[in-house]
């Protein structure tokens, strides 16, 4: 199941760290990272694709940048 994280409004130490350990769940998935607006990312396991209908969906709900 893909998973945003918006970090948005986390100071920047904090952000970095984060991003560091999303990126490693990621990379133990052997899935993929996208970061899809300002400190925005969404986080995709291994064979899961986000359809162009979902992510219009997402960019409506102001969680995806358009």
């Known amino acids: 199941q893909p998973v945003i994280i ?3 409004g986390v100071d920047r130490d904090l952000k970095r760290r984060l991003v560091d350990f999303a990126a490693g769940l990621i990379y133990g998935l052997n899935g993929e990272m996208q970061r899809v607006g300002e400190s925005v990312f969404m986080l995709t396991p291994k064979n899961v694709e986000v359809s162009a209908d979902e992510r219009r969906k997402l960019q409506e709900r102001g969680l995806l940048a358009p």
Do not use: E, I, S
Request: proline share 0%; no cysteine; charged share 0%.
């Open 6 to 8: 918006n970090l948005g």
